[in-house]
Structure formats: C-alpha cells, structure tokens
C-alpha cells in the first residue's frame, strides 16, 4: 500500500517525501513542475536513497489520475498540488480557481471512485484573514483577503460537506503557517521563480549578492519595533507534521483541522538579526510602505495539533536560518542550471518556459 504525494517536488512536498521515505513508507509522487524542478525528485532520491514512481502529470488530467489509481495500490494521498502565490492570484483569479479548486475536486473524485479516503490537505494559517485575538486557534473566525486565501477556504468546505455525506472518509486539514528552512543536507530548499515573495528567500538572495537590500514593508504596526510579526515553521518540522496526520487519519475517520505552527512569533527585524547571526552576512535593509494585504500579526496556538496529533514543532530560528542559508550558499540558482532559459511563468493562458 501507498501514498501519493501530489505537488511532491516543490518546497514542502519534496521535503514531506524525504521523511515518508526515512519511515519506511511506499510512495508515489506526482507533479506537473509548474513551480517546481525535476531535479528535486533526483534529490529525495538522493538523500534517502530510495527509489519511488514519479508520475508527471496534471492534476486537471482525470484520465491520467484514475489511470494512475487503477496502476497502483494506494491507500492514502497527501495533496501539495496547487498554486500559492498571493498577488499571482489577484491577477489570474481564474487560474488559481481552476488550479486549485478543481484539481482538489478531480482528485477527491477520483478517490472515492478507487475508494481510498485517507486524505491530508495542505491549508494556509490565511484562512483566518485578518485575525483580531491571538494566538490564533482552528475556532478563530475565518475570512480571505485574495482569491488564494478563497480557494483554500472553499476547498475546506467542500471537503467537510464530502465528509458529511460519506463518513468513511478521514480528512486532515492542516493550516500551515509560515514554512522556512531547509532539509540541512542543502540538497533540497525552496526554490522561488523570479524574485521571492516570500521573507525568508529574499534574505538569502540578498546576503547570497542576488539581490541588493531587503525592502522591509512597513515599521508602524502595533508590534514592539513596528515590523510585522509572523509564525515561522522549519519546513522538516511541517514535514513530520505531515506523518502524524498520515497516521491519524489511519485509524479513524472524521474532517479534522490542525494548526501547524510553533506558537511563537518573530518580526521581519527580529528575522533579520537571526539570519545575520547565523550566516555571519549582513542583510542590508530600507523600510518602504506596508505591503496591501499584509496582516500585522498571525502566530499559531499549536495546541490542538499537540493533543491530538501529538505533533509539537522542535527547531528553532537559528536552525531555520542555519539551513535556509546552507540550501542558498550550496544552491544559488536553486535546482536550475540556467536560470533564466527554464523558468516556468504564469500568464492569462497558462504556464510557459523561458525568458518572459
Ligand atoms: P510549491 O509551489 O513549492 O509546491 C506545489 C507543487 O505543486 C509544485 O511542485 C507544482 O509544480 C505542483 N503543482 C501545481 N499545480 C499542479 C497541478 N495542477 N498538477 C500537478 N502538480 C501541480 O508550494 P509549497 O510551498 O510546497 O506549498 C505546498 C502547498 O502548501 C500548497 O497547496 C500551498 O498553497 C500550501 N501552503 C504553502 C505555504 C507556504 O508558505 N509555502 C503556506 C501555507 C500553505
Ligand atoms: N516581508 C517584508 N519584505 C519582503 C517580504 C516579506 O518585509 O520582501 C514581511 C511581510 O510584510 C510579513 C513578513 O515579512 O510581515 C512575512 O511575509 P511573507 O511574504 O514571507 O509571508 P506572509 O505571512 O505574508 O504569507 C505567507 C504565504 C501565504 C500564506 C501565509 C500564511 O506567502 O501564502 O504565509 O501561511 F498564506
């Protein structure tokens, strides 16, 4: 028996894939590499030296995934697969919903067809929109500030309304908050298209001499140096988060949701001074105006994964840091040879390869 792993080559599949191995399991992956790099399978492959089916297919191909389903014995799916980049989604909302809520709906199609109901989802932590009362739990009002934050909410829904009309379905919804780091042999990381988004792969980028300075976005919110206050994860922690659900949802069945978060929060200021410490680089800064959209403050009350899951995240922010910079040093280009020739982009169409 199985589990596939759709999205498995990007950042928090392929490292999820790493520590499925390193306990022994079975497992099929599959990817269209819109955002990732055939080279992070030969990677996992790599550091567990163990070999697994990699299918590269499109999760909007039903035919492909119930081929898949008929080929193999798979008792439960871990479901990465999916577009994550806020301001991406404000200009292609159609996109983000077709990729996102029809995937997750081809896909739980195609399960209960092959009757496999074991399903962990990848969440976001920006289902609770602008959270007003921390830390935050899974009762904390929910709301979406973007169509990415919408997709993950409405697919929480369905998934609970397939739940109720079926109760032989076992379904983890984990809200992830912010994932950083890397697996610390520096062979697999996050490895962004283009400019990072992200806080975490801008610092590297710019002690890495990528970029030039960090733009801080904004230092008057109500938070103790005015920078804007995060919950962040390492992405092995999130990993091994992913195993505890797998076995949870093994043994019984109901839709449940799980924080996966620390429970502690940093400012973008207070990541700074860690990540300088822990590469020995300076990461020159300007502070510019709030980014629209941003929250000032989302840290997770990690409780209830605690209990139930019996999941408590364990490395702290100089590790996060320490491997996040060993994955840019040994990495610059990320998995990518040429950077600018085998670059997927999203437009209006769909995705394309090479110089925009
Ligand atoms: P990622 O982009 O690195 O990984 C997603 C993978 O899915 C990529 O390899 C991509 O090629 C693949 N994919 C996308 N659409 C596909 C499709 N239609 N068919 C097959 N494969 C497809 O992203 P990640 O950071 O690893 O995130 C994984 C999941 O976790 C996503 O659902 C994301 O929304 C969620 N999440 C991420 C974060 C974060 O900060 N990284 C935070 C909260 C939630
Ligand atoms: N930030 C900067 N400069 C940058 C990038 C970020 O100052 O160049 C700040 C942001 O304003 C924020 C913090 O750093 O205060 C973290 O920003 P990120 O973009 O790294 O992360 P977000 O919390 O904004 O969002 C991330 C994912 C979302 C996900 C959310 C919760 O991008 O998809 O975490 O899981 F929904």
Redesign the pocket.
């Known amino acids: 028996m199985a589990v596939l792993i759709?999205?498995g080559?990007?950042?928090?599949?392929s490292h999820t894939c790493v520590e499925l191995l390193n306990a022994n399991y079975e497992i099929i992956v599959?990817?269209?590499?819109?955002?990732?790099k055939p080279e992070a399978i030969k990677r996992i492959k790599e550091i567990t030296g163990r070999s697994f089916t990699f299918y590269p297919i499109?999760?909007?191909d039903e035919d492909s995934l119930d081929k898949m389903f008929r080929e193999n014995d798979i008792e439960a799916v871990i479901h990465?697969?999916?577009?994550?980049a806020v301001g991406e989604s404000i200009d292609f909302p159609l996109t983000y919903y077709s990729?996102n809520i029809i995937?997750t709906l081809t896909l739980c199609t195609i399960m209960q067809r092959h009757h496999v109901k074991n399903l962990v989802f990848?969440?976001?932590a920006t289902v609770y929109g602008t959270p007003e009362t921390f830390p935050i739990s899974e009762k904390n009002p929910l709301g979406a500030l973007n169509p990415y934050g919408r997709t993950k909410l409405m697919i929480e829904e369905m998934l609970k309304d397939l739940y109720q009309s079926d109760q032989d379905w076992s379904i983890s919804i984990l809200r992830?908050f912010?994932?950083v780091g890397a697996h610390d042999s520096g062979l697999i990381g996050e490895d962004p298209n283009g400019n990072p988004n992200?806080l975490m792969p801008y610092i590297t980028q710019v002690a890495i001499g990528k970029l030039n300075e960090l733009s801080v976005f904004g230092d008057q919110y109500p938070t103790a140096d005015g920078t804007g206050i995060r919950d962040y994860i390492h992405v092995v922690d999130l990993a091994l988060g992913h195993l505890k659900a797998l076995e949870k949802t093994a043994l019984s069945s109901g839709v449940e949701v799980y924080n996966l978060g620390t429970g502690k929060g940093y400012s973008v200021l207070e990541m700074v001074k860690a990540f300088e410490k822990a590469s020995g680089k300076q990461v020159p800064f300007k502070i510019v105006s709030p980014r629209p959209g941003d929250v000032a403050i989302c840290y997770a009350n990690p409780d209830k994964a605690k209990v139930g899951l019996g999941w408590i995240a364990k490395k702290q922010i100089d590790e996060m840091c320490e491997d996040a910079w060993r994955w840019q040093k040994k990495n610059p280009n990320g998995y990518s040879k040429n950077y600018n020739l085998d670059r997927p982009y999203l437009t209006g169409e769909g995705f394309f390869v090479g110089n925009k």
């Open positions: 759709t999205g080559a990007g950042y928090i599949g599959l990817d269209n590499f819109s955002n990732s499109d999760l909007l990465f697969a999916g577009l994550k990729t995937s990848s969440s976001s992830y912010n994932p992200n």
